[in-house]
T-cell receptor, first 119, second 111 residues
């Protein structure tokens, strides 16, 4: 079946501009995660959605970053007034709904990422 | 979240077993040990997870020390496709599974 898809695959923008990055999760996955990965580093957690609501946005670096998931499926990560330091690969992941079993495991499935370059 | 320590890089010959170590001396009783790997130019993919007992699946085996302060991911026969960065991650399985990646171990497989 189709995996997690992200668009665009590459985005080049100028400092100060606004960008939107899109994530299409696997159908039926209610949990959706955004991560950011800088060169040579592991992915860094940004925000987690359960359904339409952001259950944990503690990883967003500042108020220039915002994410939405209005219908509980597709999500958009929005970055205002981009800075050169925002350049990174932005990864999206989705997982199954939490099971009723206390220790149910919800493997995260990652998309290929969007490479953002801020000039 | 408890921290993990992994070697920056390792090498293995093709078709030989690989043992990737991970130290997690501050692990709590409710922390699960997860392994993900990231192939070049791809997003991470799940490999295996465990709590206390050793685990096997089609991709790998996970050996967990009795005191749970360390674990080892075992690839039984490395192939060129196994060249990737391997991440050892601790998290609780309740609710959200926000993954806190470190820098991982870069595995090079030599033909």
């Amino acid at each position: 079946g189709a995996g997690v898809s992200q668009t665009p695959s590459n985005k080049v923008t100028e400092k100060g501009k606004y960008v939107e990055l899109r994530c299409d999760p696997i159908s039926g996955h209610t949990a959706l995660y955004w991560y950011r990965q800088s060169l040579g580093q592991g992915p860094e957690f940004l925000i987690y959605f359960q359904g339409t609501g952001a259950a944990d946005d503690s990883g967003l670096p500042n108020d220039r970053f915002f994410a939405v998931r209005p219908e509980g499926s597709v999500s958009t990560l929005k970055i205002q007034r981009t800075e050169r330091g925002d350049s990174a690969v932005y990864l999206c992941a989705s997982s199954q709904p939490s099971g009723r079993a206390k220790h149910s495991y919800n493997e995260q499935f990652f998309g290929p990422g969007t490479r953002l370059t801020v000039l | 979240d408890a921290k993990t320590t992994q070697p920056n890089s390792m090498e293995s010959n093709e078709e030989e077993p690989v043992h990737l170590p991970c130290n997690h001396s501050t692990i709590s009783g409710t922390d699960y040990i997860h392994w993900y790997r990231q192939l070049p130019s791809q997003g991470p993919e799940y490999v295996i997870h465990g709590l206390t007992s050793n685990v096997n699946n089609r991709m790998a085996s996970l050996a967990i020390a009795e005191d749970r302060k360390s674990s080892t991911l075992i690839l039984h026969r490395a192939t060129l496709r196994d060249a990737a960065v391997y991440y050892c991650i601790l998290s609780r399985l309740t609710g959200a599974n926000n993954l806190f990646f470190g820098t991982g171990t870069r595995l090079t497989v030599i033909p």
